[in-house]
């Protein structure tokens, strides 16, 4: 019989995981590589304490025991309001804190440079928020780095998020996190499918939500098999209700959607990831229309490039963001991870020209 966590506590997760993208159309505009001689990158080196780099982004470094070990051997959870009430009763007894959020987007390319390096980039789409950059290193685990939209952290009071403690955000966010890379080059990604179906796994397995899905695979998976082998042993709870599906890749060049399809976990290789499913069969395609416009755009810089380096990555991630289709929403962060020397590349809010470089390997 599986554990469930039912103990009521002040602390209230609602998590919108709506991975999708306005239904506003625009024009895209074709993929142009440039060279951009103005182009500055800013080595960051994070430390325990939040570190904004500029307004909207911050990044901070936790070494040591979060407790996920605790909540995976303990069940896990089977609602975000449970994973909740885990964090409450084992490692933030006195934080009273709710997790809100609304539609957002986004789309993932997996290419290979011409040195064979494996790169990964991410966009994430949605309204002006507080991003949060997470280096984890914890005690049994990969070291990992991983990104948060910190507007989904809320006082349950109605406090500004300012008033919480850092060490009340830094522990809810490793267990909120919506992309990331571990040390092993593999990274993780979560889309919204706009569907009214969700999954709501039910059998004997231990359960995992969405976000800590991604947590549990950057913790404990070195690759893509490795990934789906572990994913196959929980099941799978939508936050929300809404339909996901995640982008997985490693640094062995294999690439992979995992979408789950009347509550049955289908794997399908794929190079490009937006918001439609791409298992074969009768819900293929159902999505967005601009979901389909960006995945199209990407696979063709596929086809036109065998090889694709860091700045070309970038350029296909600008060519899908948000300004090109003439919407009120952003995309507010896009990442280029080189999966096979373990750097990463932020950039925010569609700001190409202004790179913060972060490395998994290095000792912060």
């Known amino acids: 019989m599986k554990k469930k966590l039912n103990i009521f506590i002040p602390i209230l997760l609602t998590m919108s995981i709506m991975f999708g ?9 074709d993929i142009m590589y440039k060279n951009k001689t103005s182009e500055s ?5 994070t430390t325990s304490e939040i570190k904004q780099l500029e307004n909207g982004l ?4 936790f070494k040591g025991d979060y407790g996920f070990d605790k909540y995976i051997d303990g069940g896990g959870a089977s609602s ?14 006195n934080a009273d804190i709710e997790f809100k959020g609304s539609i957002f987007g986004c789309s993932t390319i997996a290419a ?22 997470v280096k984890a290193k914890p005690d049994n685990g990969y070291a990992s780095i991983s990104t948060v939209n910190m507007d ?17 955000k830094i522990i809810a966010s490793l267990y909120a996190p919506l992309d990331g890379m ?4 593999l990274c993780v990604a979560v889309n919204m499918i706009q569907d009214s179906d969700t999954i709501e796994q039910e059998s004997d397995k231990p359960d995992i939500t969405t976000t800590t899905a991604i947590r549990l695979l950057l913790d404990k998976s070195s690759d893509v098999d490795e990934a789906v082998t572990l994913l196959e042993q929980y099941d799978m709870h939508a936050s929300m209700g809404m339909m996901i599906h995640f982008a ?7 690439s992979v959607a995992v979408e789950y399809i009347d509550n049955k976990m289908t794997v399908t290789e794929t190079s490009v990831l937006t918001n439609f499913y791409i298992s074969q069969g009768e819900k293929y395609g159902i999505g967005t229309k601009q979901s389909h416009e960006r995945y199209d755009i990407l696979m063709k810089v596929l086809s036109d490039n065998s090889n694709m380096n860091a700045e070309q990555v970038k350029n296909a991630l600008d060519s899908v963001s948000k300004d090109n289709f003439n919407e009120y929403e952003s995309t507010e962060w896009s990442i280029v991870f080189n999966q096979t020397n373990g750097e990463v590349i932020y950039y925010h809010r569609e700001n190409y020209d202004n790179g913060y470089t972060f490395n998994i390997k290095d000792g912060d």
């Open 21 to 29: 993208c306005s239904q506003k159309q625009g024009e895209s505009k």
């Open 41 to 45: 990158m800013t080595n960051i080196k």
């Open 58 to 61: 911050s990044a901070v470094t």
């Open 80 to 93: 975000d309001k449970d994973v909740v009430n885990f964090l409450k009763d084992n490692i933030l007894s």
């Open 112 to 133: 290979v440079n011409s040195n064979n390096d494996k790169i990964f980039g991410r966009n994430f789409d949605w309204n002006n928020c507080d991003a949060l950059i």
């Open 152 to 168: 989904f952290i809320k006082s349950n009071a109605g406090l500004p998020l300012n008033l919480l403690s850092d060490n009340v």
């Open 182 to 185: 571990n040390e092993k080059g």
């Open 248 to 254: 997985i890749s490693d640094a062995n060049g294999k």
